[in-house]
């Protein structure tokens, strides 16, 4: 599976759009972005995925670059409840998760 | 959709006891399930996989005879911690895959997780 890198750390106003880049620029034609976050003292929960398309549902929208060697997830109104660890992980199809140390994206007032 | 629940949420028990945790897909029927463990401060760790009906493969590094995996049906899966000690303390996480369609990527989705201390 393609490694990714993510910052590790990320500051947002509440409101404001959040958004959390991931680089995979070793990703694989047959490999999916996927997004998860993990609020403190929770297990994980999926935000979203994508193949190449962009991507948008309820919580958020997935931003795939053209060489889909990297993409940026965005919140588009942050809240403080969206405080949380965020985790971008590429993998192939019915593959494994791999976490890394993801993102921690801390909502502010 | 897509809740998965895990089940006890916490528990405290002696060193040399075995524990059961159980995972269970509420509203989707589950090929897959995975368990993961989480130390302090630390990334998840997968410690195997589960399909319905056959063996847990289990990741390099975990002991197949101290953690029993069991996935008897679509939506239940149970891990038992066998003979724990205070060194398998840990946050212990299940996620389950769906059958959905395409299979090929049908996201994890994971429990509330069960935090186990071993006195």
């Known amino acids: 599976d393609a490694k990714t890198t993510q910052p590790p750390s990320m500051d947002c106003a509440e409101g404001r759009a959040a958004n959390l880049p991931c680089n995979h620029s070793t990703i694989s034609g047959n490999e999916y972005v996927y997004w998860y976050r993990q609020i403190h003292s929770q297990g994980p929960q999926y935000i979203i995925h994508g193949l190449k398309n962009n991507e948008t549902n309820e919580m958020a929208s997935l931003i795939i670059t053209e060489d889909r060697k990297s993409s940026t997830l965005i919140l588009p109104h942050a809240t403080l409840r969206d405080t949380a660890v965020y985790y971008c992980i590429v993998t192939g199809t019915a593959s494994k998760l791999t976490f890394g140390t993801g993102t921690r994206l801390q909502v502010t007032l | 959709g897509a809740v998965v629940s895990q089940h006890p949420s916490w528990v405290i028990c002696k060193s040399g006891t075995s524990v059961k945790i159980e995972c269970r897909s509420l509203?989707?029927?589950?090929?897959?399930m995975f368990w993961y463990r989480q130390f302090p401060k630390q990334s998840l760790m997968l410690m195997a996989t589960?399909?319905?009906?056959?063996?847990?493969?289990?990741e390099q590094g975990v002991e197949k005879d101290k953690f029993l995996i069991n996935h008897a049906s679509l939506t239940l899966s149970t891990l038992t911690v066998t003979s724990a000690h205070p060194e398998d303390s840990s946050f212990y996480i299940c996620s389950a895959r769906g059958r959905g369609v395409p299979y090929s990527n049908q996201p994890q989705h994971f429990g509330d997780g069960t935090r186990l201390s071993i006195l």
């Open positions: 509203d989707f029927q589950a090929t897959t």
């Open positions: 589960s399909n319905e009906g056959s063996k847990a493969t289990y």
